[in-house]
């Protein structure tokens, strides 16, 4: 079999979140420290992730200082200032559950703000009111139910 065509870039790592920065309007970077085991010893590492300012409005609930994180990205990289290549993560996914990074998330993501409103999958929940026109539309479409089945009764 030919492997030359395929491709993968998908990455999953977890740890403990370091350090949140908010960089631009586009992203949110932040550090995770997790594990890294050699021979003689453990020791701790950060890793650097880059996370859509939406995806991270999505998943806020899992953005705080001391929280085990599990994410799912792809790997990215770029040269800084000084001509030198610079790894990153491009996160698509976060958890506080294994299974929904390994497995896939099973239901929305569903969050409360702080002012009580519902988020689902990032959206507030909010409800608004009609409009003049669309209270008289919807008025004329109870009136026009309520005679069909007048009709019908008689």
Not at 17 to 37: G, L
């Given at each position: 079999?030919?492997?030359?065509?395929?491709?993968?870039?998908?990455?999953?790592?977890?740890?403990?979140?370091?350090?949140?920065?908010?960089?631009?309007?586009?992203?949110?970077?932040?550090?995770?420290?997790?594990?890294?085991?050699?021979?003689?010893?453990?020791?701790?590492?950060?890793?650097?992730?880059?996370?859509?300012?939406?995806?991270?409005?999505?998943?806020?609930?899992?953005?705080?200082?001391?929280?085990?994180?599990?994410?799912?990205?792809?790997?990215?990289?770029?040269?800084?200032?000084?001509?030198?290549?610079k790894s990153y993560i491009s996160v698509t996914s976060v958890s506080d559950n294994p299974k929904d990074i390994i497995d896939g998330r099973k239901g929305p993501n569903i969050r409360y703000d702080s002012d009580g409103v519902m988020v689902w999958n990032g959206?507030?929940?909010?409800?608004?009111?009609?409009?003049?026109?669309?209270?008289?539309?919807?008025?004329?479409?109870?009136?026009?139910?309520?005679?069909?089945?007048?009709?019908?009764?008689?």
């Amino acid at each position: 079999m030919n492997y030359e065509h395929i491709d993968y870039n998908e990455v999953t790592v977890s740890g403990i979140i370091s350090n949140i920065t908010d960089t631009n309007d586009m992203y949110i970077r932040f550090s995770i420290m997790h594990k890294k085991h050699t021979k003689d010893a453990t020791k701790s590492i950060y890793v650097s992730l880059s996370i859509l300012r939406g995806l991270y409005n999505k998943f806020l609930d899992y953005f705080y200082k001391g929280n085990k994180v599990f994410i799912k990205g792809y790997l990215n990289s770029y040269l800084d200032k000084n001509n030198e290549h610079k790894s990153y993560i491009s996160v698509t996914s976060v958890s506080d559950n294994p299974k929904d990074i390994i497995d896939g998330r099973k239901g929305p993501n569903i969050r409360y703000d702080s002012d009580g409103v519902m988020v689902w999958n990032g959206k507030r929940c909010e409800s608004e009111y009609m409009s003049e026109k669309e209270k008289l539309d919807f008025e004329r479409e109870i009136s026009e139910i309520i005679k069909e089945i007048d009709d019908v009764r008689s």
